[in-house]
Structures are given as C-alpha cells and as structure tokens.
C-alpha cells in the first residue's frame, strides 16, 4: 500500500510497506545498492531522509581506519537505516577490521557479498543488526538462509557490476517459492516504478537500484561517467571478466573494446582451482582499483564504468530525493492502471 502525505513545507511523506520496510524501519522498500568506488556519505543520508535506504561498500573507505569517520558522519547526519557492504571471502584482507569498526558503530544492515556470510551474521545478530545476502541462485541462497541470512538480495543478470546469470523473471518468484520467510529484494536493470512494481508482481517484497542513483546529483563520480549513463542504451552494456575474474556488467566503452572482455587461458585455469581462486581475485581487485578509481574521480581514457542494463531507462541526472518521489509515484500509476482480471474466450 502507497500513501502520501503533504508536509508544512509541502513535500510529501511517500510510504511503501512491505516485509523488507517492516524489518529495517524504512519508508520505502528501495535500497539504493553499495557500489564499488560510487557511492559516498551524500548518496547513503540523501537516499535514507528520501525514505530508502542507503548503502555503502566498506572497500570505498580507504585506509580502513576512515571507515568510523564515515560511520559518525552519516549517524550525525541522519538517524534513518541504512547499509554497509561487506566483501567476505579471503579476498578481503580488511574483513576483521571492516566487521569490528562497524559494529563498534552500530550499523543496521550489512549486505553480505562473494563468501561465506556465517561468521559475520553471527557477530551482526549479537549486536542487533541485519544481514541480507548478494545471491545469484539456489547454492548462494541456501548456504544464507541455513545460517540465519535475514534477507535475500537476488542479483540478477543485467545487474550492474557483479552480476548473475538468471533473469529476473525466474530468479525472484523462484527464490520466493524457495524461501518465503525471509525478505527477497530484487536486483537487476530496475530503473524506475515500472521496474519496481513489475518485482512486486514476481514476489519481491525490495528493489535494490545502483545503476539510475550514479545519475543523481549526490553522485561524486565525475560528470562524464553521469553523461554515458544517460546516453547508454542496454545494448550498450557487456558483460566482463576483467575485473576480479567474477562476471560483472560495464558501459562497452573504447577502452572496453580494447582490452576485451574475457580472461586469457591459464587466468580462467587458475580460477577453476578453489585454492587459487580467493588469491588472485584479490589480487585482481588490488590490481584493477588505481585504475577503476582514475575512471571514476577524473577524465581519463581508461574509462571502465560499472552499469546496469537499466542504464537505457535513465534520461536525466537529479537529486536523490526527487528520484525517489518520481519512482514512487511511477510505481503507484502502474498499479492503478493494472487490469482487475483478464477475460479468456475461446
């Protein structure tokens, strides 16, 4: 249910209530997503007084004693719910001190990606707070759930970034039908309302949205990166293993093309090994990070930008909040005009 109301300075107050806002304390069931090297303090306290929640990855505080500085200044800012990304395989050197930092500070939510969540849900639950978990299918979601996951994030393909490989169509009602005690938030190429009511139809109670708040004026990332978002069409998305050697979505920018998108013979090898393959993903996202970075914070002609499929549906660049009411307010017209039931003749 969708309600609305008018403040004294003639905002409006937009509520959505599902499992998912139920369970975190939010107005609305949209968690703008962590994005590697994006997203910042201004992003995370403009999505939670919009209602949402924000979300951080911990990888984006560098050195890792900053991350209490970001913590005190978005509990400073804001007191709404909000989300810090945790990597938590050995690829992650700052786990402990990642966990730690952000207990001491009393996050609400992690968001559990590319390992074994197990230890840290146990730790997050002593401490009162939330776990969902970044799951691509079954094995992910099952291996969550048997250890206390308190919400499914189901990344699907077209997804910015890391990305799945089933569609969202299958995957949501799937993992719904599979696990209804638990939340499921939907992630992959939703973009505006439409895209969010049309999850709510396939059973998901959330919609996590990386890819349209890139385009959003809280977004630090230099205006060029904004820019390709806007005129990106979702055929101009490709999917790459150059990165960490984990599938993830990017604008086929020159730089792209160059470099291609697939890993040479004995990468893929070394990958398959499960002993090596923690190692070198970390050492590929060591690698890859002064080079991400450069595309993010300057103009430069190494342009590797992270993006969803959903880029095709961003048309203009505006402020958090105003995304949020809009996408809201989509979402509530495709409701109204959906058909009451459908008559079948032979």
Request: net charge positive; aromatic share 6%.
């Amino acid at each position: 249910m969708v309600m609305f109301q008018t403040t004294e300075k003639g905002r409006y107050l937009l509520r959505i209530e599902t499992s998912f806002s139920r369970l975190l304390g939010c107005d609305l069931p949209i968690l703008v997503a962590p994005m590697f090297l994006v997203s910042n303090v201004d992003m995370v306290v403009a999505a939670g007084e919009a209602g949402a929640v924000g979300s951080f990855p911990a990888l984006n505080v560098r050195p890792v004693e900053k991350l209490q500085g970001w913590l005190q200044e978005i509990r400073r800012r804001s007191n709404k719910p909000y989300g810090v990304n945790l990597i938590v395989n050995r690829s992650n050197p700052y786990l402990q001190q990642q966990i730690e930092i952000c207990l001491a500070c009393q996050v609400p939510l992690f968001i559990a990606s590319l390992g074994n969540p197990s230890q840290l849900i146990e730790k997050a639950h002593a401490a009162g707070s939330k776990v969902f978990c970044d799951v691509i299918g079954l094995e992910h979601a099952r291996k969550a759930v048997s250890v206390g996951a308190d919400g499914l994030i189901a990344v699907s393909s077209g997804a910015g970034g890391h990305a799945g490989a089933i569609s969202p169509f299958a995957l949501v009602p799937y993992l719904k039908q599979q696990f209804p005690q638990v939340p499921i938030v939907a992630a992959g190429s939703i973009s505006d309302g439409r895209g969010m009511a049309a999850a709510f139809a396939l059973g998901a109670d959330g919609v996590s949205m990386g890819t349209r708040f890139i385009a959003s004026s809280e977004c630090p990332v230099v205006d060029e990166y904004k820019q390709a978002i806007v005129a990106s069409s979702p055929e101009d998305i490709v999917l790459t293993y150059k990165m960490d050697g984990v599938a993830a979505n990017v604008i086929n920018t020159p730089y792209v093309q160059k470099i291609g998108t697939e890993l040479g013979w004995l990468e893929k090898r070394l990958l398959r090994s499960s002993r090596l393959r923690h190692w070198l993903m970390g050492l590929r996202v060591l690698n890859s990070m002064p080079l991400l970075k450069n595309a993010v914070e300057k103009s430069t002609w190494k342009k590797l930008w992270g993006a969803g499929q959903g880029a095709g549906l961003v048309k203009d660049i505006k402020p958090t909040a105003e995304l949020l009411e809009r996408i809201v307010r989509e979402y509530e017209a495709v409701r109204a005009h959906l058909p009451a039931g459908v008559e079948h003749k032979a």
